[in-house]
C-alpha cells in the first residue's frame, strides 16, 4: 500500500514538473517564481515521503528476519528436545534407576552404575535305566551292593538348577566394571547315599544344607585402552566356548555332558585379554582348572572354586584362548542360538590350558606320595562355530593328559580314606571328547535342535589297577571306575522363545546307548552309570531371567 503511494505522488510530481515547462514560455516573471518556489516545496515534500517509505520498509524486513529466526529456533529446540528423548529412552541416559534390559542404579553423571539381575530355571526330569544292576550272593540270592554304580532302573522329579542371583557395574567410569554372582546350589553338601532303593539322605530335608549358596563370579575389571584389559577375581578361565556361553543362552539349557567333563570351568586368578575388530585373546593365571574330567575321580585334583589362599594345591596354572571372528559380529556369538534375521557368523576357536598341582587332602600338609605327588595336567580344545541367521552349527574337540602321581575318589564330598590322605599312582592318562550341535527355527521364536556327545580314554595308564584298590580301602569305590569305555549319546529337542533367552521352555530327551562308566556320571544332563545296558533322559525346563 505505501509502495502504491509513493508511485501516485512520483506522478504527480512528473506530470506538475510538465505542465510547468509549459507554462514557464507563457507566463511572466512572478508567476515563474512562484511556480518555482512551490515545485521547491513538493520536492521536499516528496524527499520526506521517501525517507518515511525507506523506514516504513526497513521496519517490515526487521519484522520478518525475526519471524523468521524464531521459527528457525523453535524447529531447531524441539529437535534436540525429541532427540534427548529418544536417547533417553533407549540408553537411560540422565536416569538414576529404572530399567535397560535389566533393573539398574546409577548417579546423574553416570560415573557409578548398579546392574541387578538373575535367573531362575525349574526342571523336571526323568532318567531311565533299561535294566538294573542287580547283584547276587553264594547262594544265588539278589543282594544290594554299595559301589559308585547306580542301581536305581527310575528316577524321576522336579528340581532348580540353577537359582543365580547377579550384581554387576561400574564405578568411576565405564572403564572399572565388578561383577558378583552367585547360585544356590540343588546339591546337598552332606553326603548322600544313592545308591539304594529306596533312597536314604543324611542330611535333613530342610536346613543350612539344603541350597547352599555358591559363588560363581567375583572379579574387578579395569580396561587400560586401545582394546587391552586386566581381570582380578574369581572367573571362567580363557579355554572354551562351551564355558564361554553363559548357562541363560546354552541351546538346551544347560552346557552339553562334553563341556561339563572337558571344560575347566572358573578359578580365581588375573587375566590379562585384548581384544580387536576381527580377534580377541586373553591369558591367565590362576589357581588351576576345576578337575571333573573323571567326574568323583580327580587327576590333578584341584577345586578352586572360592576356596582359601593356604588350601590351593596348584602350584603353576596357566590358560589361553584365541578367537578368529571370520564374519558377523561378536555380540552375536553371546549366544548359542542364531535367530531369525541374525546377521551371518563364523567364529573360529583354541585353547589350551597346563597346571603343575601338588595333592593336599587336609589344610596343613601334603600327602606322602612317592616321587613329590606331583600331577601334570595338559588341556588342548577347538570349536567352530556357525551362526545361519535361523539356524546354527556348532562343533567342539577337546584333548587332556595327565601324568598323575596322585589321584583319589572324592566320594560322598570328602576324599575316600578319610585321614590316611591314600592316594593311587594313575600314570599317564589321555582323554578325547567331541560334541556337533545343530539346530533350526521352525518359526520366527520356535527352535528345533540335534546333537552328539562323545568321550572316551584313549590311554587309561595305570587306571586298569584300581580294581585291586589302594591298601586298606573297598574295591566297591575305586573298582568301578578302572572300567575306562567310551561315553556316547543323542540328544534332540525344542525351545519355544517366549521373550528369547529372557522367557523361555525347552524339552529334550537323551538316549544312550551302551552302558556308561562311572567316571561319566553327569547330574547336570541326567547321566547316570548303567553298567549293564543302554538308558534315556527326559528333560523339560522353564527359564526366566530379569
Known sequence: MRRMRIGRTGGLLGVTATLLTATAQGQD????EEMARRLADIEKQNETLKTRVNELEAADADVWLTQERSDQIRAVVTDVLADAET??????????????????????????????GGMVQVRYMDSHIREGWPTFNDQGQQEQQFA???????????????ARLDFKGHVFGPDTRFRVQGEFTNERPNSIQLYTNPIAASSPENGSSNGAFELLDAYILQEIGNGWAIRVGQFKLPFDRGWEVPIANQLTGERNTVALHMGIGRSQGIELAWGGDTTRARVAFSDGGNDRIFDAYHFSTTQPLNSPYDFSQAELAFSGRLEFKLAGNWREFDSMTSPPGSEMGVLLGVGAHWQQSKVMLNPSSYNATPDGGYNDWFALTGDLTWNLG????????????VASKSSYLYFGFSPVGGSNNRTFDAGNVAMFGASLYGSMYLTADFEAFVGVDYMEVVDNGNLGALANSPPGLSADFYGAFADTSNFSSITAGSTWY??????????????????ISPAWTTPETGVRSTPVSDAYTIRTYLQLMF
Open 148 to 162: 559308585a554304580e547306580d542301581d536305581v532302573t527310575s528316577r524321576a522329579g522336579f528340581d532348580i538348577p540353577h
Open 390 to 401: 535361523g539356524g546354527s552349527i556348532s562343533a567342539a574337540a577337546y584333548y587332556h593328559h
Open 87 to 116: 536417547r533417553v529412552s533407549l540408553q537411560s541416559s540422565g536416569m538414576t534407576a529404572g530399567w535397560d534390559d535389566g533393573f539398574f542404579l546409577a548417579s546423574p553423571d553416570g560415573r557409578f552404575r548398579l546392574e541387578v
Open 498 to 515: 517366549l521373550d528369547g533367552n529372557d522367557l523361555k521352555w525347552g524339552f529334550s530327551v537323551s538316549y544312550f546307548p551302551r552302558s
Open 29 to 32: 516573471a512572478t508567476a515563474i
